[in-house]
């Protein structure tokens, strides 16, 4: 990769760590119960069954998910760097014996740095001698779905990944919203929104220039 | 209110939610990154039973770590500019003495970065000095980087006190965006760029909190 594209942005100084978290809420008062599980460690699902027990209705909207410990900076790189990026993640991915590398084609502008965050770890799994096999990465409903086997570090990669990718715009990588639209559900800061409003086939391009 | 909010900034304290509501955390012992946060209602009084089943699920290694009466909705960061303190605060003095609201004077101690929790403050004291609630600012000072603010008066004034000293945390003195406390020797609650413009120049930032009145001509 030429060496201005690298920016300021170090994909190999971020902290990939996530907690898993449980919780409920009451929609009638605003209350609300969130439980943090300490870093890196799994979840007690006995003890979420507890939990839940003291909670009735009308408490609901219980979830299990994930946080992760750090969120990544906002920022992406200038959207006319991002085919170069995303090929370069791709050729050395696949160079080291990666299979499906060329999933990393479907990475919008915004959440580049989150590419490059997951290829800096399948390169140093790689080398450490794991087989790293990356299924489909899409867009689902404004965020990022990723899939890669076989272990358990990984798909905890693309947990964080999909973690990090929840209200990022997926044009600017700026805090964002999920905005519904003709049918189509995307992650936009504000002043992207505006352009999608005004030229969605500008945004198209700051998301996905080729 | 309404001078005050169109001279200076666009800022409307009456359409400001302040109530309260309580947190209660406990955290696993060893790991800061465990933890568990209750938050009730705005309004809703702490359950005990539920936190003693709670506490006895989690069983050992887990221990209660705080309980706090916090603000519902986080006060939008901002605050007016120095030059305009001075009037501000005069005016606010003057509205909270036609309230009939005792010791008006102690309005006078907010710094700029404060000023739109005073102008909150002032809001729902002469409302509801105006509906018979017995309302008197005992003191209003800043203390280790956040507000006190001691009133004599009803439950919801007193809550209103609450409100405001919990929104003066990890809010700039100097320019009401989001800071947090710094020991310059004087303990301050200070953004990253006003604390590095104290550190450069200590008396500007200090202006800037608390600028000098004019002096009146003649």
Redo the contacts between chains.
């Keep these: 990769m030429a060496d201005h594209l690298d920016g300021s942005f170090d994909p190999t100084t971020v902290d990939i760590r996530l907690?898993e978290t449980w919780g409920m809420s009451?929609p009638?008062?605003?209350?609300?119960?969130?439980?943090?599980?300490?870093?890196d460690?799994p979840r007690d699902e006995d003890?979420e069954g507890?939990?839940e027990a003291?909670f009735p209705d009308p408490w609901r909207h219980r979830y299990k998910w994930y946080r992760p410990?750090e969120r990544l900076p906002p920022g992406a790189p200038p959207p006319e760097w991002r085919a170069e990026i995303l090929g370069g993640l791709r050729r050395r991915l696949t160079a080291m014996g990666i299979a499906g590398a060329d999933q990393f084609v479907a990475f919008p502008t915004g959440w580049v740095w989150i590419a490059q965050v997951m290829a800096h770890h399948m390169s140093v799994w790689t080398h450490d001698g794991e087989q790293i096999r990356i299924q489909p990465i899409d867009k689902e409903l404004g965020m990022l779905r990723c899939y890669a086997h076989d272990s358990a570090r990984l798909k905890r990669l693309c947990r964080w990944a999909q973690c990090q990718s929840e209200e990022r715009c997926m044009a600017t990588g700026m805090p964002g919203e999920t905005r519904v639209e003709d049918g189509r559900v995307l992650t936009l800061s504000d002043e992207m929104y505006d352009l999608f409003e005004r030229d969605p086939i500008a945004l198209q391009d700051r998301m996905y220039r080729a | 209110m309404n001078d005050i909010r169109d001279r200076y900034d666009t800022f409307d304290p009456a359409t400001v939610d302040h109530s309260m509501r309580w947190r209660w955390s406990m955290r696993r012992d060893g790991d800061e990154h465990a933890r568990l946060d209750l938050v009730l209602g705005a309004g809703e009084d702490p359950d005990k039973t539920l936190e003693e089943r709670l506490k006895a699920a989690l069983g050992a290694g887990w221990e209660p770590d705080c309980r706090r009466h916090e603000p519902t909705v986080r006060l939008p960061y901002g605050a007016p500019s120095s030059p305009a303190r001075a009037r501000i605060l005069d005016e606010l003095e003057h509205l909270l003495e036609a309230a009939g609201v005792r010791h008006a004077c102690c309005v006078q101690a907010f710094p700029t970065g404060w000023l739109h929790i005073a102008m909150v403050l002032v809001d729902r004291l002469c409302r509801w000095a105006a509906e018979g609630d017995e309302c008197t600012l005992d003191d209003v000072k800043e203390k280790y980087g956040t507000l006190r603010v001691h009133v004599y008066g009803s439950a919801r004034v007193q809550d209103l006190a609450d409100w405001c000293e919990e929104q003066s945390v990890a809010r700039c003195m100097a320019t009401g965006r989001e800071g947090r406390t710094r020991d310059t020797g004087w303990v301050l609650t200070l953004s990253d760029a006003a604390y590095a413009l104290h550190q450069r120049d200590r008396q500007t930032v200090e202006r800037m909190m608390y600028p000098p009145r004019e002096k009146a001509d003649g």
């Design positions: 907690h009451n009638e008062t605003g209350a609300s119960v969130h439980v943090e599980w300490g870093l460690r003890l507890q939990l003291f410990v």
